[in-house]
Every structure is written in structure tokens, then in C-alpha cells.
């Protein structure tokens, strides 16, 4: 004898869709019927009353996660999940098992059941069918659920065959424990994607006196045609006097196609956990409403639809909950998507009594093959935005031209953001600093130093240099490379040097060393992982770098070293520098290497020697905090919209490369411009030291005054 009054409204013609309903310890249900899933004892982001506003009539509840907390205690207590949680419609207990059996670690099993330990507290627990069966009984639920062993569907077949035949025996071992509790238990039919194993489940469970029926171990990998295949094969093995339930589908479409293939009962988590992520379910397709196309938006989220959110609030509303992380966002989008669910089902149930539910069920896969799809798009055919390339706090942009660059997501700044990052590099660090004459200053810069005893010579079959080579018989030129990202403009030196190798043949060339300086590895392992759209990366240098944070030339000539960290904590142990690429993020994203103390602090680390410093910013608060600083500063070449940038230098003659026109220094006029300019200070300059700091500008020696001590 049931303990639910099962009764058949109607069945559909060439469809296994029935239309039934039946009677709980807390009401009735009509079918086929959608369960929200509160694990918790609570829906995500929703209140009872909200629930039945929404046409919720019954809820289904985690019994392993109510077991760990808050307890069995808690629900004896109260009498039970209904007056705990203030709902007082039907309930639905999973057994647990499927928690147990969905997470491989902390968990020993056996015959008897399976031991694991609480990710809360660590406490060991014994899941069995004695005591799932208590713990339900505890909950107090309109329906439990047998414990099964619940396998993949793409489980091997010795493997299904064990779980099956252990289900088997749990099942009738659950039965005992209910005893002669007024509640209702289904059992579950296994046997994973083997037919005969479901067709021999299905006979087992069903010759057992359980008050419905589930189709277990489906939505767990296979595909959605095989899970048809399968559903249709376990209904028609089921008797037709119970209620028959597909655990945890789905979508609209799997829904209906399950219907279809005679399934009563359905949960699932999308319609409240799409809602976490900002989708609705609409019947014009699932609207992101992320997307900022929807933030002028006055009309409904669904224009057919007359739930509480569409009938008092705008797309806007809930676009701007959505964005600012807002609960309510959650709340309102969960309530609409589960009145849509609740919706279809009534709908459903009404065309199979109305004797139309091939004609609905024709009409809506059609349609809801579109609201399952990723968007309105579907109504508005465009083409997808392509997948974002992220890493950490790091994504790749593309501009239309076609080059990419690097973007800090937290602070939206680009790296190189004014035009082809290789370019860019090109001219502001390679070309305005000559470094390929510098390299070939080799001759000139011997001419000065003592007689030299080794040569290196360039081997013309190897295309590198012999190890005579590898004694550094010219001055090293040390390059600093402040801020290495995706290594563009280390690359670019590279190259520079490669290209200086093979085209320079009258005499040595210099050794070159570079020592990039970075805090954060993650842009250049961005675009490593996306070599395809950083082409300056097609070369062993970068993942040598990465790896072990060195790389050296074949010809012994070029060394580059990592310095990773702090550069302000780095800078003082490198190799005083010749050159230095200054690119860090601007002042706005890492305003401490922009300061008047680090410019004070690296003009230090570089006195007495010879350097120039490239950099790509334009700011008058920044020339005057390099000026200040002790450097000498110039104009630097236009870059993209800019103008100009930034060159500075400890000595004027540091800017001079035989050959070359020498770039011009900052003369009076700007003088008489920056003091009229009101973004004369940089950060840092007190009031009180506003005139001192004046009055060091002004009498820079290169503006005529006279050398100041900078100790
Ligand atoms: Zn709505």
C-alpha cells in the first residue's frame, strides 16, 4: 500500500507525458513538477513566502549537508525541517549519497555504508542506510530517498554492475530502517549506461513496496542524446502507478524532452544559481544581465512574464543589483527564473490534460532551444565575444589592428596602451637610446681601454661566436629594464643585439647585459600561454627567463637576469646601469616608483656614472621630480598620440651617440612654463618645502645655475 495517494489526471497520446498528483503529509503536488533545491534548508536568496509567490509546492533538501549542520539534534528538536524553516508545503530528502559519492576524498567504504569526514569540522561520519534513513526521518521529510551507490553513467561495466547489486541490498536495508514512518520513500534504479544492468535494477527496486521511483546516476556524464536514451529505457521499466523522478535535471529543454519520456518529478539548481551568476530565464532567450546593454533599460526582464520582479522592477534595476554584487539582484532574478520553471510545468500539465502536449511540446523545444541557448543573441544573431585570455589579475586585449597587449584587470591600465607594444618599444627604448651604435661603439670604447688580448670573432657558419668570445675583452653595456611584462621591450633589446651580431663586421661588438626588474611574473606567463597573438615571444629567451630567470646568447655576448621583487629593493645589487628603460605602471596604478625619494634614491645608485633613462610618460610633476632628483631631462620622441616622453641622464654627454643629433634638454621656456603650470609639485612636496623645492628646480645647471650638491 502506497503511503502517496498517486492518481492520473491524464496521459498523452504517442508521448509518455502523464499529468498526475499526488498526496503528501503536507499536501498535495501536481505533476510533472519542478523542486527548487534548498540544501541548506533555504533556497538561495529566498524566503517561503517568495517561494510560493513564485508556484513552488515542493522543496527538495540535502540530507548530507543538514546532517553535518546544523545536526539531527537541531531538527528533533523543532519537530522537524517544516517548522524549522516556516514552510509548511512538502519536502523531498535526498539520501546523501550522492555528496559521498561526488567527492573521491576523506571517505572509506564498505558494505555497511560509508565513513567520511565533515570538510566542516573534521568529525568522522558513518553514511549508511540505517543512518541516512534516521537522519530523514529526523528532517522530517514527505519523501526520502533510499541511499544508493551512485556511480558515473560512464562507469565501466564490472564497476556498475557492484554499485547496482550494493544498491540493491542498501535498498531493502533502507526500507527496514523506515519502519512504519507515515513518510514516503522512492527507491533508485542504477546501472549506469548498460541496458541490461538498468533493465535488472529496475526489476529488483521495482518488486520492492517503495512509493515511487528514480532514475539514478544520469547528468553525470554523459551526453544530453544518451541521457534521452537511457530515461526513455528506465520509464518504461517503472511501474505506471508511481510517481517517477529524474534527479537533479535540468534545463527547460531537458525538462520537457524527460516529460516527454514519461518523468513526473524534477530539481535542480539552475534556475536559483543562474540567477548568482546574473542570468534570466526569459521567454525570449537567457538574458546576461551583466551586459551593459541593459542599463537604460525601463521595461520588464520579461515582457510575458508576471512575476513580483517583472511586475515592479526594470531591466535597469536589476542590471545595476547585478553589477554592484547586490543580494536583492540574486533574490529578484531567482524569483523570476523560478516562476518561469513553475510556469512551464503548469503549462505543461495543462497541455497534457487539454490533450495538446505533442503540440506544446513541438512548439517549445523549438523555442526553448533558444532560451537554453547563451542569449538573446539567439533572437539577435551576433557573433560571440571570443573567450577572454586571463591570468591572474593579467588579461590579453586585441585591438582591431590586430596587435595585443597585456591589461592589469584591478586597474584597467594597458600595457604599451597607445599603439603596437613592438613598435612602441622600438622607438622609445631602441632606436631613441641608439642602443644597436652603442653595441657597435665596441671599437671606440677598446680604442680607450688597455690593449686587448681577446677578440671575439663572429663565426659565420654557427651563426654565433667562438668561445674566445666568452672573455669579455670591451665594456659591458648594462641595460635596466624597470618593469619586464610581457618582456617587450627586453625582447626588443634582444633582437637589437641578435641583429647588431650579424650585420656588425667591422670589429668587436659590445657585451650587452640585461636585468629586467619585475614584481609580477604573470603577464609574461599570459602571453607565453598566448604566444600566437605575441610574436615578439617566438624565441627561447623568454621561457628561459621565466624558468630560471637567465638566459644567455649563444654567442656568450648577451647575458639577461630576472631581478624578481620589489625594484627599489632589487636596484642597488644590478650592475650600474648604462641604460634604462623605465616602464613601469603609471603613477595612478604604482605611484611609489614615480616619487621624488625613488628618483633621489636610483640617481643615487647611479652617481657617479654615465646613464640615460627612457621612459614613456609626459608628466611636468614628474620632469620636475626627476630635475630635482639631480637629473638632466629632455624631451623624448613622439609615441602614438604623444608628442613627446621623457629622457633624463646624470650627465648631458649620456645623451650623445656618435653620429646621431643629441636629443634636446628642457630649456627656459619650459622653465617659465612649469611655473605657471598647476601641476608644478609631484605627490609628496609638503607647502613648507614647496619654495626650497622652487628654488632647486630654478637653479638646475641646466637651466644656466649653478651645479648643486645633491648629497
Ligand atoms: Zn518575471
Not at 503529509?25 to 513538477?33: D, F, I, M, R
Not at 568522522?124 to 522530517?140: C, D, V
Not at 591570468?391 to 599603439?419: I, K, N, W
Not at 598647476?678 to 651645479?707: C, L, M
Amino acid at each position: 500500500m502506497s503511503r502517496l495517494k498517486f492518481s492520473i489526471h491524464a496521459e498523452a497520446v504517442f508521448s509518455g507525458a502523464r499529468a498526475a498528483e499526488f498526496e503528501t503529509l503536507h499536501g498535495k503536488v501536481n505533476t510533472p513538477v519542478f523542486m527548487p533545491v534548498g540544501t541548506q534548508a533555504t533556497v538561495k536568496c529566498q524566503n517561503v513566502d517568495t517561494l510560493r509567490e513564485s508556484g513552488s509546492t515542493v522543496l527538495l533538501a540535502n540530507t548530507y549537508h543538514l546532517m553535518l549542520r546544523p545536526g539531527a539534534e537541531v531538527f528533533e528538536k523543532f519537530g522537524g525541517i517544516h517548522r524549522f524553516m516556516n514552510w509548511d508545503k512538502p519536502v523531498l530528502t535526498d539520501s546523501g549519497g550522492y555528496q559521498i559519492f561526488s567527492l573521491p576524498h576523506a571517505r572509506k567504504m564498505d558494505e555497511k555504508g560509508a565513513q567520511f569526514q565533515s570538510y566542516i569540522d573534521g568529525r568522522w561520519f558513518l553514511l549508511s542506510p540505517e543512518t541516512s534513513i534516521a537522519m530523514q526521518k529526523a528532517i522530517g521529510s514527505d519523501i526520502m530517498m533510499v541511499l544508493d551507490q551512485c556511480i558515473p553513467s560512464t562507469a565501466r561495466r564490472a564497476e556498475a554492475e557492484a554499485a547496482m547489486e550494493l544498491t540493491h541490498r542498501w535498498a531493502i536495508r533502507s526500507l527496514a530502517a523506515r519502519g512504519d514512518s507515515p513518510q514516503a520513500m522512492f527507491g533508485i534504479v542504477q546501472g549506469a549506461a548498460f541496458p541490461d544492468l538498468r533493465a535488472r535494477s529496475a526489476s529488483d527496486i521495482t518488486s520492492l513496496p517503495f512509493d515511487g521511483f528514480a532514475v539514478g546516476g544520469l547528468a553525470v556524464g554523459e551526453t544530453k542524446e544518451q541521457r534521452e536514451d537511457l530515461t526513455e529505457a528506465a520509464t518504461a521499466l517503472l511501474p505506471r502507478d508511481r510517481p517517477r523522478y529524474l534527479m537533479g535535471v535540468g534545463t527547460p529543454v531537458d525538462i520537457i524532452e524527460a516529460v516527454h519520456r514519461g518523468v513526473d518529478m524534477f530539481d535542480c539548481i539552475i534556475p536559483t544559481s543562474l540567477a548568482q551568476r546574473g542570468t534570466a530565464y526569459t521567454s525570449i532567450g537567457r538574458l546576461h544581465m551583466r551586459r551593459g546593454l541593459y542599463r537604460l533599460q525601463d521595461q520588464p526582464l520579461d515582457p510575458a512574464c508576471t512575476c513580483p520582479t517583472c511586475s515592479h522592477y526594470s531591466r535597469a534595476y536589476v542590471h545595476h543589483l547585478i553589477k554592484t554584487g547586490e543580494t536583492l539582484g540574486w533574490h529578484l532574478l531567482g524569483q523570476h527564473n523560478l516562476y518561469f520553471y513553475h510556469r512551464m510545468m503548469g503549462e505543461i500539465q495543462a497541455s497534457v490534460v487539454a490533450g495538446g502536449f505533442l503540440d506544446y511540446y513541438n512548439e517549445k523545444r523549438e523555442a526553448w532551444a533558444h532560451v537554453d541557448g547563451d542569449d538573446e543573441a539567439t533572437i539577435h544573431p551576433q557573433p560571440r565575444p571570443p573567450r577572454r585570455m586571463m591570468l591572474g589579475d593579467y588579461e590579453v586585449l586585441t585591438a582591431p589592428q590586430g596587435f595585443s597587449s597585456v591589461r592589469q584587470c584591478s586597474s584597467g591600465e594597458v600595457m604599451h596602451s597607445v599603439s603596437n607594444p613592438v613598435e612602441e618599444a622600438r622607438l622609445l627604448y631602441i632606436e631613441q637610446s641608439h642602443l644597436g651604435a652603442r653595441l657597435r661603439e665596441g671599437t671606440a670604447a677598446t680604442e680607450r681601454r688597455p690593449p686587448v688580448q681577446f677578440q671575439p670573432t663572429f663565426d659565420e657558419k654557427t651563426g654565433g661566436c667562438r668561445s674566445v668570445a666568452a672573455v669579455p675583452c670591451v665594456p659591458e653595456l648594462v641595460v635596466w629594464d624597470v618593469g619586464l611584462g610581457a618582456a617587450t621591450n627586453a625582447m626588443a633589446a634582444v633582437r637589437c643585439f641578435e641583429e647588431a651580431l650579424v650585420t656588425h663586421t667591422s670589429g668587436p661588438l659590445r657585451p650587452l647585459q640585461i636585468v629586467s626588474f619585475e614584481r609580477d611574473l604573470d603577464p609574461l606567463r599570459l602571453a607565453i600561454r598566448h604566444s600566437a597573438r605575441f610574436p615578439h615571444l617566438h624565441h627561447a629567451a623568454p621561457s628561459a627567463i621565466l624558468k630560471q630567470a637567465h638566459w644567455t646568447h649563444a654567442s656568450d655576448l648577451l647575458q639577461w637576469t630576472l631581478r624578481e621583487g620589489d625594484f627599489l629593493a632589487k636596484m642597488e645589487s644590478a650592475a650600474r646601469p648604462d641604460l634604462i628603460f623605465y616602464d613601469p605602471f603609471s603613477f595612478k596604478t604604482d605611484g611609489p616608483l614615480w616619487t621624488l625619494e625613488t628618483f633621489a634614491r636610483i640617481f643615487r645608485a647611479l652617481s657617479p656614472g654615465a646613464t640615460a633613462l627612457y621612459t614613456y610618460s609626459t608628466s611636468t610633476s614628474i620632469r620636475a621630480a626627476l630635475l630635482w632628483a639631480g637629473f638632466y631631462v629632455g624631451r623624448g620622441v613622439p609615441i602614438g598620440p604623444k608628442t613627446e616622453t621623457t629622457v633624463a641622464c646624470t650627465r648631458p654627454e649620456c645623451l650623445h651617440v656618435a653620429g646621431y643629433p643629441a636629443l634636446p634638454l628642457l630649456d627656459r621656456q619650459w622653465l617659465e612654463r612649469w611655473e605657471r603650470s598647476g601641476a608644478k609639485f609631484p605627490a609628496g612636496v609638503s607647502k613648507d618645502a614647496q619654495p626650497e623645492f622652487e628654488i632647486r628646480i630654478r637653479n638646475h645647471p641646466q637651466f644656466g645655475g649653478e651645479t648643486l650638491n645633491y648629497d
